[in-house]
């Protein structure tokens, strides 16, 4: 993710900071009591001895130097500079985060213990568990992957039909205004029943959730293009399929990839249920399975992987959208 | 870049396209409004000459942009009959090319891409692109061709309109209110240049305006239409060498003459 606050942009005449980076001080003061409250406190731990400890408090103390000692070069350095300078505050909430979760978890067990976990588990459990949860990952990015793609795919070309054909429309309106708003997850006990794997039958659940949104704003997408367009093109010898593929289409794009972006969330909720309750892999099989074992690191270790690669996904989406939107003004930034 | 005074001729209309021959016959044409039939062109009957620059004036709403869509061939007409060159008229055809009032450029193309909708439309782009260039060059605009229809003026837009549709190398080219929506300064240069190019490439043209000044500056015949349903009231040959002056003294008459043809003629401020 790039962070592009719109200020730091907008100051190119400030071609040196201030002589003292003053937040980048306040959060080296920050890391500094994480990195105290994490080695000075005894963990109180009845069940696990944590081993990461050590390791985490010495970290923190990195952190704290390399804040001190950028509050005083940064300003020096205009590259940097421009990235960092708003993002101080960002890094004293970060490290005073850090210093308050070690207190109320290892250090003081203000939080009920085994549910609520200090830094140090969930790095062990990163260290311990990685292959298992990598395993995890790609098992669900690649169930997601052949959902996603069909859906997309058979939403489209369903969105295209409803825009353009009065004939399609006559038949598949209907069965989408049925089906569609159903949510995709009621058809799962069926799913499982019908189809021959558990796989088959989660990618074609995630393509019903992804095709839906994607169907409707094409259609709608296509609807509302300017029929002057057509116009233009019919008057300069244009053919039906050149109205389609290069009027209808692009021009609908907008809101094709709204639709997009909306079946993307809607196949991460069908995503994770589907792997918790019939697919043996992927992220939701992990958290359920830590769930089995009670093994509350691990769960929490799996849902911020799972927040990082949802939160990928839809950055990448966003960056294929401005690449082929760049005509487009005004459109957000993700 | 190619050199403007090799490229005039040569490129954009070789061999030589004169101007179509325009034939509308007792033409009549009614919309359906709420089922019931809004008439929007009684009887009218009309004929243009290969080269001709026909002004067609009226107040606004009266019909004149849907003639204009039936010459181009993008409505049959209710009844009546149109003719280019003798054939009759079934459909859209590059020949006979359209300038809206809006641009109606394709935001998602660069300014190139949009004059070359014609030629890409047809298979013929890949062979002919040095017409793109020459078109844009025509209008002025070939420092611009990467830049996307949100970076233009509304001038800038409409000249980009117009080298898409010259790319065609249209025999007939139908305006429909192209300065309409310019300001008064870059209307003012946009006539100019709107003569230049037509006296250049020998096209036929029609132009739908309800700019009185416009007409007379442009044309050599103005047709003049009642309101809705239109119906011809008047044609007035404008008998004038180009360049035109806006306050030429047998201008200025001609003016009071149509504006009175057009019930505003007592009009003052």
């Known amino acids: 993710m790039s962070h592009s606050l719109p200020f730091a942009r907008e100051a190119p005449l400030a071609f040196r900071g201030p002589a003292l980076w003053w937040s980048g001080l306040l959060a080296a003061s920050a890391w500094a009591l994480a990195a105290f409250v994490t080695h000075h406190f005894p963990d109180q731990s009845e069940i696990v001895e944590w081993t990461q400890t050590g390791h985490i408090a010495v970290a923190q103390g990195a952190i704290a130097v390399t804040f001190l000692v950028l509050a005083v070069t940064a300003p020096l350095i205009p590259p940097l500079w421009r990235r960092i300078q708003g993002l101080g505050p960002w890094f004293v909430a970060l490290g005073l985060f850090f210093a308050t979760w070690q207190a109320v978890t290892a250090k003081f067990s203000l939080l009920p213990m085994p549910f609520f976990v200090p830094p140090q588990q969930l790095v062990e459990v990163y260290l311990d568990d990685w292959a298992r949860l990598g395993e995890s990952v790609l098992a669900s990015l690649w169930l997601l992957a052949r959902g996603y793609v069909l859906g997309s795919a058979v939403g489209f070309a369903v969105g295209i039909g409803l825009g353009w054909s009065p004939r399609f429309g006559y038949w598949a309106h209907p069965v989408m205004r049925l089906v569609g708003p159903l949510p995709a997850t009621a058809w799962l006990p069926l799913a499982f029943f019908l189809f021959p794997s558990s796989a088959s039958a989660s990618t074609f659940l995630i393509a019903l959730a992804t095709g839906f949104p994607v169907a409707v704003l094409t259609w709608s997408g296509v609807a509302s293009v300017n029929p002057d367009f057509y116009d233009v093109a019919r008057t300069l010898g244009a053919k039906p399929r050149f109205l389609v593929l290069k009027v209808a289409i692009p021009a609908a794009l907008p809101h094709v990839f709204v639709g997009l972006f909306m079946g993307l969330g809607a196949s991460f909720a069908v995503l994770v249920v589907a792997e918790m309750l019939g697919v043996r892999s992927g992220l939701g099989w992990y958290l359920s399975w830590a769930q089995g074992w009670a093994a509350y690191g691990n769960m929490y270790a799996a849902l911020l992987v799972m927040a990082l690669m949802c939160s990928g996904l839809i950055t990448l989406l966003f960056q294929a959208r401005d690449r082929l939107l760049s005509w487009q003004k005004g459109v957000v930034k993700w | ?269």
């Open chain 2, 1 to 269: 870049m190619v050199n403007a005074a090799t490229l005039d001729r040569s490129l954009l209309s070789a061999p030589l396209a004169p101007g179509a021959a325009l034939d509308v016959r007792g033409v009549s044409h009614h919309y359906q409004l709420k089922g019931a039939p809004l008439p929007v062109l009684d009887n009218v009957s009309l004929t243009a000459a290969p080269g001709e620059f026909v002004a067609l004036l009226g107040p606004s709403g009266c019909g004149k942009s849907t003639l204009l869509r039936l010459v181009a061939g993008l409505e049959p007409p209710t009844q009546g009959e149109l003719s280019v060159d003798g054939a009759p008229i079934t459909g859209p055809d590059p020949s006979r090319v359209v300038v809206f009032q809006d641009p109606t450029l394709y935001p998602w193309r660069t300014v190139w891409r949009n004059a070359a909708l014609g030629l890409e439309a047809r298979g013929l782009l890949r062979s002919q692109r040095s017409r793109v260039d020459a078109a844009l060059e025509l209008v002025g605009l070939n420092g611009f061709a990467d830049a996307y229809p949100h970076q233009l003026s509304g001038g800038m837009a409409q000249r980009a309109a117009l080298a898409r549709a010259l790319v065609n190398e249209p025999r007939l080219l139908i305006l429909d209110e192209p300065l309409g929506k310019l300001d008064s300064l870059t209307r003012i240069a946009m006539q100019g240049e709107l003569v230049r190019l037509w006296q250049r490439e020998g096209f036929t043209t029609l132009l739908v305006t309800h700019d009185v000044e416009e007409a007379l500056l442009l044309a050599t015949r103005v047709v003049v239409f009642s309101p809705r349903p239109a119906r011809i009231t008047a044609e007035i040959p404008v008998d004038l060498a180009y360049p035109r002056h806006r306050d030429d003294a047998r201008l200025v008459k001609l003016r009071r003459e149509v504006l009175a043809l057009l019930g505003v003629g007592d009009a003052t401020v």
